[in-house]
């Protein structure tokens, strides 16, 4: 079991896709261990997104991300931290696939509706950032073994 952050961010809040887009997380076979709704300042919008500073996007991201708030959410699953990222598809909502929550949903660079660690070590990093101890879940969603057999 892998554990892996999930942001709705505030493009997808806006557009109350929130829901449409968790559905499609639960239903390949991810649970909801973490969940809440925030206002994020600039401190951890910077820290969240540090490996971009001084890109040419940076500010417009920093701008974007505390515009508005995010859900933030921490899913449990079998290969979650890959199985979020091919859910999402590509970063350019304009260049993802049909059939991805970008490509079906986004037809941009920066609002692409949803962040997913990319990495074991970045979930780890991600999850401490976000989520104080006692706010993820530890516990067996009923009949994971339906989910995950074989
Ligand atoms: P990812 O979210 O697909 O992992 P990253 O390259 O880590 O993509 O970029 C982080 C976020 O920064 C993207 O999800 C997107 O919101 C934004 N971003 C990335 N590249 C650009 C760009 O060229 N212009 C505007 N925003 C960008």
Redesign the pocket.
């Given at each position: 079991m892998q554990r892996t952050l999930v942001i709705f961010k505030p493009d997808c809040v806006h557009r109350r896709l929130v829901g449409q887009i968790l559905s499609r997380f639960e239903a390949k076979g991810l649970a909801v261990v973490g969940l809440k709704l925030i206002q994020v300042d600039r401190a951890l919008a910077e820290k969240h997104?540090a490996e971009?500073a001084g890109k040419p996007?940076f500010e417009?991201?920093i701008g974007f991300i505390t515009s508005a708030p995010v859900v933030v959410g921490v899913l449990e699953g079998n290969e979650a931290i890959t199985v979020v990222r091919t859910l999402?598809g590509a970063?350019n909502g304009v260049a993802a696939a049909p059939g991805t929550i970008r490509g079906d949903y986004s037809s941009s660079?920066?609002n692409?509706l949803v962040?997913g660690s990319?990495s074991p070590e970045s979930a780890e990093r991600e999850i401490a950032m976000w989520f104080k101890a006692g706010e993820v879940a530890s516990f067996t969603p009923a009949g994971s073994e339906w989910v995950i057999g074989g």
């Open positions: 997104y971009h996007f417009g991201l999402l970063t660079k920066q692409n962040h990319d």
